[in-house]
């Protein structure tokens, strides 16, 4: 067997007192793994990227990926960026029924153990089990039972050791999974509704969590399961919108965060932490919201980028006939009407609304269509229209300042690429500063 595992020592020395924490990258681009690797190198930590349930799956998800995939996409890109292997974790977010709550609960539950199954035996060694929402024949009129929530977890949980056990067959260095679990966890992706009220979970549905859960572990036979079981999914009060972000309140969540030192072995997990302010996710880590998960705020970020660089293509060529534009911002939001399944729930209002939405919400439904051939196709001539010339430093300036005194200052280099992914880098480096990523090596 390995050494512990590289979340359980971080768990170690939050209750240590070490204000210490992770960030979780819950991403399937590549501009986006690779910021995060070559931003570590440069750290020399971990870095934790995770596939969500309905991204990849045994279908293949939305991306086209079974685990076993993604898990050589990223290891690819590893290669590419000269990063080592050994030092990404691998996490699986929101296993369960999630893509089929609108199934009966038992063939919901059967695709949710090949999922687990598919996950662990693929090298996952992060897994969030989450069984928190109704499916087709529970009473939607009625709050789902603490209980029923925690069997079917804890059901994966089996499943998912039987598959780790049958790993440790083949390679005795496997790494021994660590589990996160919940029964209050955020909907993927943001909320749904901007008028939504942000409730702070109670102490007393924390604790009732931690141990139903426990029973429900106990009962089948995965005592040494529950001891890997590193954190809890709690809302500590931070949610987005199409346009509102909810802003952590330490205060609001201070009773929530005392009675997480009961518990020698966990920290919680906050998601839905994209667009807190870099004070703000270093206060939930020094209350003990150890690992930060951060998915749209990622591809927000490169969407910025990827709309910067087309604005400075367009001043760059608009007039040059040789050179045929990309007219990339077009191009998405024309894929995006012509699939409109992807962001049709989340965005409402009038046309003019939608329209903005599409482009600019913090739910960032664009990244969906960022495999849409034609979209690629649109990024692939901007970037090569922008390697014809050297972008002016006026330019940069004026669209993407931040990169622009990277360039002067000799930190970043004057190519487009670089500069897009120095824009998720920007993100990126708020989650640092939070986690004290250098402390976790």
Not at 2 to 10: A, G, N, R, V
Not at 55 to 82: C, H, L, S, W
């Amino acid at each position: 067997m390995t050494d512990l595992h590289p979340l359980k020592e971080l768990v170690a020395k939050q209750k240590q007192g070490v204000p210490v924490g992770v960030y979780s990258a819950c991403s399937a681009n590549e501009y986006v793994i690779e910021a995060a690797m070559e931003r570590a190198l440069k750290s020399g930590s971990y870095v934790l990227i995770e596939a969500t349930a309905n991204q990849v799956n045994q279908f293949g998800g939305y991306t086209g990926m079974k685990p076993a995939d993604f898990k050589e996409f990223v290891y690819d890109i590893a290669r590419k960026v000269q990063f080592p292997v050994d030092k990404i974790i691998l996490g699986g977010d929101h296993l369960g029924p999630l893509t089929w709550k609108n199934e009966k609960s038992d063939t919901a539950m059967e695709k949710s153990c090949e999922l687990l199954k598919q996950y662990v035996s693929a090298g996952f060694t992060k897994i969030h089990i989450d069984t928190s929402m109704h499916l087709a024949d529970d009473n939607i009129n009625e709050k789902l039972d603490t209980g029923v929530i925690a069997e079917r977890g804890a059901l994966l949980c089996k499943v998912a050791e039987e598959a780790y056990a049958e790993l440790v067959e083949r390679d005795k260095n496997t790494v021994q999974p660590v589990y996160v679990v919940g029964s209050e966890v955020p909907i993927p992706g943001g909320s749904q509704e901007e008028d939504e009220g942000i409730l702070v979970t109670k102490v007393s549905d924390f604790e009732t969590t931690v141990a139903t859960f426990k029973q429900a572990f106990y009962k089948l036979g995965l005592q040494k399961a529950w001891d890997n079981v590193i954190a809890v999914v709690v809302q500590p009060g931070v949610e987005f919108g199409d346009e509102t972000i909810h802003e952590y309140n330490r205060e609001a969540a201070k009773e929530l965060c005392q009675a997480l030192k009961k518990y020698p072995n966990l920290v919680f997990e906050g998601h839905s932490t994209d667009y807190q302010t870099r004070t703000g996710l270093r206060e939930m880590v020094e209350d003990g919201i150890a690992i930060l998960k951060v998915g749209p705020a990622l591809t927000f970020a490169l969407r910025e980028g990827l709309f910067a660089l087309s604005l400075i293509e367009e001043e760059m060529f608009r007039y040059n006939p040789d050179i045929h534009l990309s007219n990339l911002v077009n191009a998405f939001d024309e894929a995006m009407l012509q699939n409109p399944d992807n962001w049709r729930k989340h965005y409402h209002g009038n046309g003019e609304k939608l329209r903005f939405a599409r482009k600019y919400s913090f739910s960032d439904r664009c990244r969906y269509y960022l495999p849409d051939p034609n979209v690629q196709k649109s990024i692939e001539r901007m970037l090569q229209n922008l390697n014809t010339a050297t972008i002016p430093l006026s330019l940069l300036s004026e669209y993407l300042p931040i990169q622009y005194s990277k360039v002067r200052n000799g930190k970043l280099s004057n190519d487009p690429i670089s500069l897009l992914k120095d824009r998720v880098v920007n993100c990126i480096d708020d989650y640092l500063y939070a986690t004290e990523a250098k402390c976790f090596v």
